[in-house]
């Protein structure tokens, strides 16, 4: 994914200097759609998410996006990804939101047995 993800922004594979924020980025978001989905292991599936979000991430990061609420919306493929248009006391579960109907395509469900 590191790799993925730093093709995207343009940052070279020799340059080292954003690999700790990339990764912690991945293994936050990571974390989240574990927690989603109720598994324990991420599907290769849905790797392409965390990309994208961590993308986000990072273009936000970079050039304070997120923060001059200039941006509300980007779309990217089939997604539209926005930006300031909740209160940062929000769920971090946010980032989710914009692929919760992919999201539920794999969430585990509990059965009850009597």
């Given at each position: 994914?590191?790799?993925?993800?730093?093709?995207?922004?343009?940052?070279?594979?020799?340059?080292?200097?954003?690999?700790?924020?990339?990764?912690?980025?991945?293994?936050?978001?990571?974390?989240k759609?574990?927690a989603?989905?109720?598994?324990?292991?991420?599907?290769?599936?849905?790797?392409?998410?965390?990309?994208?979000?961590?993308?986000?991430?990072?273009?936000?990061?970079?050039?304070?996006?997120?923060?001059?609420?200039?941006?509300?919306?980007e779309?990217?493929?089939?997604?539209?990804?926005?930006?300031?248009?909740?209160?940062?006391?929000?769920?971090?579960?946010?980032?989710?939101?914009?692929?919760v109907?992919?999201?539920?395509?794999?969430?585990?469900?509990?059965?009850?047995?009597?």
């Amino acid at each position: 994914m590191l790799e993925n993800i730093k093709m995207v922004l343009g940052i070279a594979t020799t340059d080292t200097s954003k690999d700790g924020l990339i990764q912690y980025y991945i293994n936050g978001v990571t974390k989240k759609i574990l927690a989603y989905t109720k598994r324990i292991e991420l599907l290769s599936v849905l790797e392409s998410i965390v990309e994208e979000i961590v993308i986000n991430k990072m273009k936000a990061s970079i050039s304070g996006s997120n923060t001059s609420g200039d941006i509300k919306s980007e779309k990217i493929g089939d997604y539209e990804i926005e930006y300031n248009v909740s209160s940062s006391s929000e769920s971090a579960s946010n980032d989710l939101s914009p692929y919760v109907d992919i999201l539920n395509k794999y969430v585990i469900k509990m059965v009850k047995t009597y």
